[in-house]
């Protein structure tokens, strides 16, 4: 196979200090992996010009094999994602300053999730979503945030699907500057979507009686015990 057509520039095209976004793209196929792509958006030419966006990083892993579940294997990406996110930030923030932070997800239960209160599901899912959201906070600067993307405008899909050479030769503009509408204003982006809270790995709500015994002072004389220990003795 020959790889000369294929090209990744080194230099961003950005100046020292100038204000980027990163956006990450999460995505899974529960028979194959779970990935993200992250990219830097800005403004060419110093802050002058239009918006351009530059490929930054990518990773995948191999979906566990007893793992059927579609959604925990997106959350596993959306995890991902987040983690790959921080590590970038640690790197860019000498250099660049991030004022926007959006993480992309094109599976809405576990933008639901994201969304919701963790605790209110299963252990593996609760996990998982209060390690996600502990990082919103502390990227709460970035106003770092988590969108709905269409499964074909999402770049992750890629990577986590697989692809012969000329099938990626192919989707290089889409790989390296991510899907057109992001060198568009915000306005342009994909609307988001209308979440409801799922019952997905919910916790099974438990009812709880309480039952209280008033006559337990007409059985015992609990005045005339100066202390509790006296009162046990008995």
Not at 17 to 40: I, K, N, R, T
Not at 114 to 124: G, L, R, S, T
Request: glycine letters at 6%.
């Amino acid at each position: 196979v020959k790889l000369q057509g294929i090209k990744l520039d080194r230099w961003l095209g950005t100046e020292m200090g100038q204000e980027v976004q990163v956006h990450a793209f999460c995505d899974a196929a529960p028979s194959g992996g779970y990935g993200a792509v992250l990219y830097v958006r800005f403004k060419g030419q110093g802050g002058r010009g239009g918006w351009q966006v530059q490929f930054l990083v990518s990773k995948v892993r191999l979906v566990p094999m007893k793992m059927d579940s579609i959604p925990r294997a997106e959350l596993c990406a959306a995890q991902l994602g987040t983690r790959l996110v921080q590590t970038m930030k640690k790197e860019l923030e000498a250099v660049l300053k991030i004022k926007k932070i959006v993480l992309w997800s094109d599976n809405e239960v576990v933008l639901a999730w994201v969304a919701a209160e963790a605790h209110k599901y299963q252990v593996w899912v609760c996990n998982r979503v209060a390690e996600i959201q502990l990082a919103l906070r502390e990227l709460e600067e970035q106003q770092a945030e988590f969108r709905y993307v269409n499964t074909k405008q999402n770049p992750a899909d890629l990577v986590t699907r697989g692809l012969t050479f000329s099938e990626f030769e192919a989707a290089q503009e889409f790989w390296f500057h991510g899907p057109s509408w992001l060198k568009q204003e915000e306005s342009e982006w994909p609307s988001n979507a209308t979440l409801e809270e799922t019952k997905e790995e919910a916790r099974k709500e438990a009812d709880l009686a309480l039952f209280i015994d008033t006559t337990l002072g007409d059985l015992l004389p609990v005045v005339e015990f100066s202390s509790w220990t006296r009162l046990q003795r008995m």
